[in-house]
């Protein structure tokens, strides 16, 4: 065989190589790390919704818990950004990006006491950092509002985790790297990158005036953008074929989706910063960046869909598949709307209004989250060797939180434009004492109200979720004994 | 961490014996396993080529129309080479009303009428008119006890807005001067930002506001 065709070998799925390490030992071994990942971050999760219930009631009911001075809006606003970003989010990366890592590398889990270690202490961490925020402490800069205190904490957590991530890679077996392990290790070394930059430049050696701002929302940005995304991809990548036993459609559709993604997103961040104090050539490649991702997501979008076309049912079925392709789809869509977004003409409209919070959360919940959540309904019967106790709790994580996480995008966009259109208009006054008068925040109310309401569907949805999870995890031997997995709707055939 | 995985591989046929449901266990895992995802190799939809060929070049006359040539200090999107780039024109009268609305309206209302009793007026008052070193004396130091304006006398505290106090400098100082003293009717001319750095090297050594004594006897009306 020439060396060239040698060379494909190694690529082509089609050649066998004999995995010496099962996949139930792989899942065995990780058992603990991701436990640990996997219970605190839902632990952050219930935490975070609490946090984002009182910031939304106050925002129409300002009288709520005024006085109690750690539920201040400034404060209790920032605690649900960071218990949710650090909290559940990294802890929910760290137990199904790596576990799924483990997975592909087929090797025998090393070191695994130093997940414990860093899971540990970064918990601490962010305790430590949610408790600095609630007493006062914060920080003025948006994703970094934690104490700089512990910085260091979670920086050193973080790179026992990385680190880990990328030794897994070294010992794999070898033979084809699959696309997830691509985002994954991307990941692991961008996230550090990240937060080292930002947290010097910021806090340590702050750079001078508008650098600050820029490097604030180059992090921010990018812990989405570089951090979640690929994560979030990645598990898509993983589960989406692997529940439907059928091939990825395209390797050079993930390739390209791959690199444009590494290429553009880091420059995008500037957007935030449309209208502001900064060169003008730095804001216009931001804009042309955010709207060249419109090149990963197609190609995404694309590999996606026909990796999973024609099996509707399977997808109904299976809990992990519901959630998946819901985030999939939120990708799509949540990034169609951030490079329109960029464009300076809808974002004179859109900026500093809430049409701005519903893209974050269309981002980070509707994609994100529901991936997550797909991902831990896939691995925890493999890591605990138990069945999901209740179809029914379910489903009722599923329907509310996207019937919530739809009404709250609805709300939102729709708002944030009114929002936006007034705030343009010099006409309309933001408050009046005239309650009969067409105001900026008497227009947007309803709007906000209707936003609660979609946080208390997100509220059942983590409880159902919670009280499941509680219960695989402390109920009775029996839930092991059921025939086949926890499926959502009748099976005609196998599946 | 947990047993090793010598121990863990248990296959059929060794020692360890299996009950039913240990077997039953194994199976529903091995059943409900598919195999670890491969990747097909479809070729690249040609379309995506064109769309991508598309937003390449969008992105470049982007760059040209609003990229501002890459220079570090252009801010305006519509800039374009030989429009002043740089630092605006100072303009007195612009900035001293946007200086006037933040600082000043809060007791000297917006129109310059001042609170009775409280907050003397602007507005045709012979304080500001005249010789323009009394008004930017009161801008420089501040202001504080009896004062006489038009008939009505006033007891209070005009801060200062020089180095004791918010630490203006000298085109802010002449430019709020020169909004007050040519609006309200008052007619007054400019300050000029020279005649402000002269009052204030003159007054260097003065510490603490001036009573309306002082400034009577230097500057009468």
Redesign the interface.
Known sequence: MSPFLSFFNKID?QVETKPK?????VD??M??PVLLFTISGILWLLIGTFFAIVASFKMHSPELLANFEPLTFGRVRSAHLNAMTYGWANNAVFAVGLWIMA??CKA?IRY??ML?IAGVFWNIGVTIGIIGILTGGLTSVEWLEMPPQVGPLLAFSYVLIGMWGILMFRFRERG?V???QWYILGALFWFPWLYVVAITMIFLEPARGTIQALTNWWFGHNVLGLWYTPMGLAAI??L??????R????????L?GFWSLALFYNWAGVHHLIGG?????L???G??AS??M??PV??TA?NHH?SAVGNARAVWQSPTLRFIVFGAMSYTLASFFGSWMAL?SVNVVTHFTQFTIGHAHHGVYAFFTMTMFGGIYFMMP?IL?REWPSAMLIKVHFWCAAIGIGMMLVALHVGGWIQGMDLNNPDIPFFSPDSSARTILGALKPWLFSRSISGILLTIAHIAFFVNFALMLIGPRAV??K???TLLAAERKGA | MSDSPTNRQQLPGDDAPYDDDDIHIIHSQLMREKDEPSEGFSPVPIVLLFLFGGLVFWGGVYIANFGGKFRWDVYDPNWEPGMTAGPAVKDKWKTGERLFMNNCKACHQENGAGVPGSYPPLAGSSWVVGDDHRIVKILLNGLSGPIDVEGSSYDGAMPSYGPSGAGWDDFKIAAVATWVRGNFDNGAPEVAEETVAEVRAETAGKSGAWSGAELLDAHPF
Request: hydrophobic share 45%; proline share 10%; net charge positive.
């Open positions: 799925p390490v099962a996949l139930s030992e065995h071994e058992r603990l997975r592909l025998h695994a006491s414990i084809h699959y696309v997830s990548y993983y989406l074929p692997k529940v439907l036993g091939p990825i459609y395209s390797y050079y559709l993930s390209l104090p900064i060169p003008v050539w804001i216009s490649a804009i042309v709207v060249m419109v090149i197609v190609v694309i026909m300076r493999r060797e092991r004994y025939e086949g997995p």
